[in-house]
């Protein structure tokens, strides 16, 4: 980062192009898109499939507002699909019976950094004419079947929020093998101008000339947080190795208290967790959520619930959704929270946050 300072570029400089080529060596992807933050990667990347107005795009109401927000950016309409019950990722079976004819995309979250069913999902959106988009914002360092994630969806996008794995304060990226999305994706990124001969449609008249061809947006990154997303790619391999350490201690520690749930896993996905989600079962305590969250609280441990389901909040209530739509995506959001987890976390920090957990559990337990 200091070298960049030092630099002649600030932003569009050659970091760019330094961190783009690095997630297509981490994960196997032909083609890398770096952006201004996870957000604008998903917006792109809806504007790539040809997202438009009166298309519908699939998604998972347990997600960041953002994963469905990015269709009604595009003028589409986004739909809801249930999760499954035990991995409270998207549901395959749940989001074949949203598909209509004006399904233009499907965006599968990788929610707490495990893949989804990548191999269903991408056969049914073949087989009905859709575009997957892996939203990664969660997974980077997750493989499936022995692939990294960013490698497999027609278009796979990563957040660099300060709270995910790695970071560059903000920032963003969609990868991709397909040319035709890139070449498009490269647009959208900066306001649809280009200076690519081949993509010019006059004549150049010198070597200042360049033209909008599209109308993109203002979404680039800059080299500064390339930078520090450069270093942090580094660490990925410790970062994800104390994260297992951590998640292991955790479910060793809860999945023997038949008053909670730990979050099944696909065998397929060798996952780098980015949340821990702690599941609680009203009916063996005499507390819900809410009472519990408190208590774990009065202990110093700050948890935190992921997510609210996206069709709650009042925007998408004035747009007519409804409670019920997902059944099984409202029966967990009632019944979870996310505990610490982090990189820096000592042993001693994760035995704190479990014997906080017991103490809650204890004092509850019916």
């Given at each position: 980062m200091a070298k960049v300072l030092k630099s002649d570029y600030l932003t569009c400089g050659p970091k760019i192009a330094e961190l783009e080529e690095r997630l297509c060596r981490l994960t196997g992807a032909k083609y890398a898109v770096a952006v201004s933050n996870g957000t604008a990667a998903l917006h792109i990347a809806c504007l790539a499939a040809g997202v438009e107005k009166g298309n519908e795009v699939i998604t998972t109401p347990i997600t960041f507002a953002a994963s469905a927000n990015c269709a009604l950016y595009c003028g589409a309409r986004p739909v809801f699909a249930d999760i499954c019950e035990h991995t409270y990722n998207i549901d395959p079976e749940s989001v074949e019976k949203c598909f209509t004819e004006k399904t233009r995309a499907v965006v599968a979250v990788d929610f707490t950094g495990q893949a989804v069913e990548l191999d269903p999902l991408k056969e049914l959106c073949e087989k009905r004419g859709a575009v997957l988009i892996e939203d990664g914002a969660h997974s980077i360092g997750t493989s499936y079947k022995g692939k990294m994630v960013g490698s497999i969806a027609d278009m796979t996008?990563?957040?660099?929020?300060?709270?995910?794995?790695?970071?560059?304060?903000?920032?963003?990226?969609?990868?991709?093998?397909?040319?035709?999305?890139?070449?498009?994706?490269?647009?959208?990124?900066?306001?649809?101008?280009?200076?690519?001969?081949?993509?010019?449609?006059?004549?150049?008249?010198?070597?200042?000339?360049?033209?909008?061809?599209?109308?993109?947006?203002?979404?680039?990154?800059?080299?500064?947080?390339?930078?520090?997303?450069?270093?942090?790619?580094?660490?990925?391999?410790?970062?994800?190795?104390?994260?297992?350490?951590?998640?292991?201690?955790?479910?060793?520690?809860?999945?023997?208290?038949?008053?909670?749930?730990?979050?099944?896993?696909?065998?397929?996905?060798?996952?780098?967790?980015?949340?821990?989600?702690?599941?609680?079962?009203?009916?063996?305590?005499?507390?819900?959520?809410?009472?519990?969250?408190?208590?774990?609280?009065?202990?110093?441990?700050?948890?935190?619930?992921?997510?609210?389901?996206?069709?709650?909040?009042?925007?998408?209530?004035?747009?007519?959704y409804q409670k019920g739509l997902c059944p099984r995506a409202e029966k967990l959001y009632e019944e979870i929270m996310s505990l610490p987890l982090y990189y820096a976390m000592t042993d001693e920090d994760v035995e704190d946050v479990i014997k906080a957990v017991k103490k809650v559990v204890e004092n509850y337990r019916k």
């Amino acid at each position: 980062m200091a070298k960049v300072l030092k630099s002649d570029y600030l932003t569009c400089g050659p970091k760019i192009a330094e961190l783009e080529e690095r997630l297509c060596r981490l994960t196997g992807a032909k083609y890398a898109v770096a952006v201004s933050n996870g957000t604008a990667a998903l917006h792109i990347a809806c504007l790539a499939a040809g997202v438009e107005k009166g298309n519908e795009v699939i998604t998972t109401p347990i997600t960041f507002a953002a994963s469905a927000n990015c269709a009604l950016y595009c003028g589409a309409r986004p739909v809801f699909a249930d999760i499954c019950e035990h991995t409270y990722n998207i549901d395959p079976e749940s989001v074949e019976k949203c598909f209509t004819e004006k399904t233009r995309a499907v965006v599968a979250v990788d929610f707490t950094g495990q893949a989804v069913e990548l191999d269903p999902l991408k056969e049914l959106c073949e087989k009905r004419g859709a575009v997957l988009i892996e939203d990664g914002a969660h997974s980077i360092g997750t493989s499936y079947k022995g692939k990294m994630v960013g490698s497999i969806a027609d278009m796979t996008t990563f957040s660099f929020h300060p709270v995910k794995t790695v970071t560059g304060g903000e920032g963003g990226a969609v990868l991709t093998d397909n040319a035709e999305y890139y070449k498009k994706l490269v647009l959208f990124r900066a306001h649809g101008i280009t200076r690519e001969p081949s993509l010019l449609q006059r004549d150049s008249e010198g070597g200042w000339y360049y033209e909008q061809i599209a109308l993109g947006m203002n979404y680039r990154m800059t080299d500064i947080q390339a930078a520090l997303i450069l270093s942090q790619l580094d660490k990925l391999d410790a970062f994800r190795e104390r994260r297992k350490a951590i998640v292991a201690r955790y479910d060793e520690a809860f999945s023997v208290m038949p008053e909670l749930a730990v979050q099944e896993e696909i065998p397929e996905s060798d996952t780098t967790r980015h949340l821990y989600i702690l599941r609680i079962r009203p009916e063996k305590l005499t507390v819900g959520r809410k009472q519990f969250f408190d208590a774990m609280a009065a202990e110093n441990i700050c948890c935190n619930v992921h997510y609210i389901p996206v069709y709650y909040h009042p925007y998408y209530e004035k747009l007519g959704y409804q409670k019920g739509l997902c059944p099984r995506a409202e029966k967990l959001y009632e019944e979870i929270m996310s505990l610490p987890l982090y990189y820096a976390m000592t042993d001693e920090d994760v035995e704190d946050v479990i014997k906080a957990v017991k103490k809650v559990v204890e004092n509850y337990r019916k």
